[in-house]
């Protein structure tokens, strides 16, 4: 299980500061055929046929990060942030009123850790962007959860829905195993109960596993650098809060991907298939050929946002990205687990049905650092500028065929 | 890559049941001899594979396991991958009644999708360890199962009793059984050409 990946007393430690890498190439390329030209230049030439010849840098990944960037293999401690990088946050973030489009774009790159709180809490739509507006809207969104709280839990456990409870209880304790944050057991029950409330309150889909998973980044980027035993009661019951109310915000978006049957990871990873078909047809067929059916590996990338296969620290870097893309936890999601998927196509190219589906299951990110993050989020948005927006490329290349 | 004695044939085996009963753990002690404290194992998402070689009388059989998330939700998924099985287990909790009794939901689901005559079943109690916390006895759990025409056995995966007893029975009434359509025993994997639209067609 990649969950067994790392274990940290303090799980941010890891995250290097951001390094100006190609993520910033990219992002600050407008147009889509320079986008693509910027990241092709060491392509190499793919003999089979592909849809068209932008998209065919995909077949042969860049260079791993980790060899441009001497820094990227020596882990703790990390190298110091960018003081242009931090005084830009911290101006943006004390302005009156926070421009949320600056904030995106500098958030797309990595977002320093000292800042990453209140960032993803004004790109989640949690905290008002007038900063007049903030402390009160804070205080009620707080009191609002401490009184739902308060209600449901008052008669005790036996007044609880007894399936959801259950769930939950057995599940708390087996969420990301690998962080002392965690596990820690006040967390747990916290944890208990911010899941059971927001379960209750969208019934048409419940508690589902692995929505557990998606609660875990906001309290580790929530309660920072803190040890949990000196937290008092109270930050951490806001805390709490906090995490629930942007958990909300997350799953409002991608509800669908845990109603029955869920149609959201269904559709998902169709567009998945037809995507990565796309891009690197030979590898698609080869998968077809050994009998691999993308549901098999990537329902679990969806319905975990690949919090399984990356550890939580590269899933807090990844997130400041989705925070920073128009749907960034389903559109730009999909780009990500194609360019996941791509990243191990040599790979993959000489694997049968069983050994792929194992590599799948346990893909080897172990050793991932924020650069490899970075690269992926970079890769997943070079696909993201050829691709989207543009079915027509498929439709006429499937009508040629 | 096994390449002796030659497989004589590979077999699909899959693992259903409440959320928690310890399915994976059964299976990593099956395929790995190793068993996770229960706060080091991830709830199972979706479904995982794994393949294990296993020698009965001189003969060698390859399965191929998977192991199914056991909440209600998934069920859409997992329900795919009952085509082409020939073993199924279900597993229950020995200290929980509640995996018992929603035993009957699981074989319903199972005659829903699989065809009667072409699959061994199995029911298995598993944490046999915590003697203290049990919640259904033996005598139950063999009762059910005989009404319901299947193997029985009780294991524990954390002290590894019964787990690889319960593959060596199941593999071999399946090895016995006349009416089981057996894939080739070569090593690659063979698709059954009638099922292969749709997910979880590998008929292996």
Redesign the interface.
Known sequence: ?A??NVRQSSFWKRTPAFTPSRVELVYSSTAHTDTAADLAPKAKQQPAAAPEPAAEPATEPEPRTADLNPLAAAGPPSPPVSSTLEDKFQALLSSPHVDLEQLKKLSWKGIPSRHRRTAWQLLMGYLPLNGSRRAATVARKRKEYADWTAQTFQRGEASLDRQVW??IR??V?????DSPVI?HVRVQRSLERALYCWAVRHPA??Y???INDLLTPFYCVFLGEAEVDSVSDQALAETEADAFWCLTRLLDGIQDN?T???PGIQRQ?VKLRELVSRINRPLADHLSA???????FA??WI??LLM?EVSLANTVRMWDTYLAEPDGFSTFHIYVCAAFLLRWAAELMQL???KA??FL?NPPTAAWTTQDIELLLAEAYMYKCLYHDSPSHYAATATRR | MDTLPEIAATFKILLIGDSNVGKSSILLRFTDDHFLPPDEASATIGVDFKVKMLDLDDTRYKLTLWDTAGQERFRTLTSSYYRGAQGVILVYDVCSRESFDHLDEWFEELSTYCTKDEVVKMVIGNKIDKEAERAVSRKEGAEYARKHQTLFLECSAKTKIGVQQAMEELVSKIAESPTIRRSPGRNTVTVDESVSSGYGGCGC
């Open positions: 299980m969950s067994s259950h769930q057995i599940d304790p087996r969420t990301r195993p596990q889909s419940g589902v596993q692995g845990y029955h049957a869920q990873v050994e009998g691999i059916e993308f549901i098999q329902f679990r319905n975990c399984r049968d049905f069983q589906i194992l299951q």
